[in-house]
Each structure stands twice: as C-alpha cells, then as structure tokens.
C-alpha cells in the first residue's frame, strides 16, 4: 500500500438465475490498497510475456487468427487446453504473484492459474463462450468460480442464458480496477462475451483466474 486513504468498493451481487450468481466489486483494486507503481509495473511485466501476435484457431476449412493477445500463468507444468490451442503456463513474477495470492484469499483459495487476455483495441473481443473446459471440472456435475480483475480501459461485457434458462441476459461495464466474479453454475447455464466496438478505445487487460486442475 501506498499510505493513502482508499476507497470502499461498491459490491454488487447478483443472482442471475437459480444457482448462478455473478458479483461485481467496483474499484477493487484501489480498495485493496494496490498502488499505482504496482499496477504500471503489473502491465509493463505482463507486456513483455504476452504472444507478440495473435494465435491461429484451427477450423474445418482456415485458421481464424484470434482477436486478442493472450498468456497464460501458473505453477511448472501447468497448460489450459481450448479451442485446439494448447497454452504453457509462464511462471507467477513477483507482480503476478501477490495478485495470485490476494486473489485466493478474496475469492477463492484453490486458484492455480491467471489467464490474461489483452484487448489492444475496440476491434479486439471475444465471441460467446462458457469456461467450461475439461481443465476446470467437471461442469455441469461441479460448479466453477471464475474471478476476472480489469486494467485500463472501460469495456462491456456481456452475459446470455443458455438455451432453456429463463432469464434475460446481463451487462458490465467493467473499469479499470474492477473485479467480476462468476459462481455457482454460471459455466454450465450461462455465456459471456466481450463484443468489439466502434468506439475509439485504448487497451484493455483482463486477468482471469481459475483452478484447473492437475493432468
């Protein structure tokens, strides 16, 4: 911490359908006391370990490159498997780290592994999906905890039910310093995206964070 008074965040929780729950803390990050320093050099650090260009997703007829830059961190040997692509875990810095470790005492304290995800530009997204891999659990029979921290820029991020959920879908606007939770069966009953947009926007880093589990 930086010696500052810091705000409280705003803590909104919501139960989106039967056994899904989704929790939205406002300006987390600056609640828990991360100081500026901290997050440029958690950028800069992160910067340097992103894929230099976007991956390939194998399809039946082309490769549809990914609209995204991508990394993966965890412990020696840990890899996350999807869409055919195959990510090797870099290992926690000491940046990474401390996040990993507050993050396991907030939300959820088998979390093994951060996937960042950075949106370089409004043309940068990710279609409709559920984390719902073989890596994290068996879904449906399990539920799954994910919990995303954002940096930089304001994007919207969208959730659907599923075909046969009775529910009308949800946006976030997540800021700089949000953290998104996703509980419960949110994985087997729901989708979530993060759509383009024509909006002249700067980058974007979205931290996930997730147990998978040991091959």
Same mark, same amino acid.
């Given at each position: 911490?930086?010696?500052?008074?810091?705000?409280?965040?705003?803590?909104?929780?919501?139960?989106?359908?039967?056994?899904?729950?989704?929790?939205?803390?406002?300006?987390?990050?600056?609640?828990?006391?991360?100081? @500026?320093?901290?997050?440029?050099?958690?950028?800069?650090?992160?910067?340097?370990?992103?894929?230099?260009?976007?991956?390939?997703i194998?399809?039946?007829?082309?490769? =549809?490159?990914?609209?995204?830059?991508?990394?993966l961190?965890?412990?020696?040997?840990?890899?996350?498997?999807?869409?055919?692509?195959?990510?090797?875990?870099?290992?926690?810095?000491?940046?990474?780290?401390?996040? =990993?470790?507050? =993050?396991?005492?907030?939300?959820?304290?088998?979390?093994?592994?951060?996937?960042?995800?950075?949106?370089?530009?409004?043309?940068?997204?990710?279609?409709?999906?559920?984390?719902?891999?073989?890596?994290?659990?068996?879904?449906?029979?399990?539920?799954?905890?994910?919990?995303?921290?954002?940096?930089?820029?304001?994007?919207?991020?969208? =959730?659907?039910?599923?075909?046969?959920?009775?529910?009308?879908?949800?946006?976030?606007?997540?800021?700089?310093?949000?953290?998104?939770?996703?509980?419960?069966?949110?994985?087997?009953?729901?989708?979530?995206?993060?759509p383009?947009?024509?909006?002249?926007?700067?980058?974007?880093?979205?931290? @996930?964070?997730?147990?998978?589990?040991?091959?």
């Amino acid at each position: 911490q930086d010696g500052r008074a810091v705000k409280l965040p705003r803590i909104v929780t919501r139960t989106i359908s039967p056994g899904c729950v989704v929790e939205h803390c406002s300006g987390w990050l600056e609640s828990e006391g991360f100081s @500026t320093p901290y997050l440029r050099d958690l950028w800069r650090t992160t910067l340097e370990d992103l894929d230099s260009h976007s991956r390939f997703i194998p399809q039946a007829k082309r490769e =549809m490159p990914v609209p995204r830059l991508e990394c993966l961190y965890g412990s020696e040997g840990t890899t996350y498997d999807y869409s055919g692509l195959t990510y090797h875990a870099k290992p926690l810095g000491i940046s990474h780290a401390r996040l =990993m470790d507050r =993050m396991r005492r907030r939300v959820h304290d088998g979390f093994n592994a951060c996937f960042v995800n950075l949106y370089r530009t409004g043309a940068d997204s990710i279609s409709w999906h559920a984390d719902d891999e073989a890596t994290l659990g068996p879904v449906p029979e399990s539920s799954v905890t994910i919990a995303s921290i954002s940096l930089g820029e304001t994007r919207r991020f969208k =959730m659907k039910p599923r075909k046969g959920v009775q529910a009308a879908g949800v946006d976030f606007d997540l800021e700089h310093g949000d953290l998104l939770i996703m509980r419960g069966a949110c994985q087997r009953d729901w989708l979530h995206s993060l759509p383009k947009t024509k909006r002249k926007v700067r980058s974007r880093m979205a931290f @996930t964070f997730r147990q998978l589990l040991e091959k």
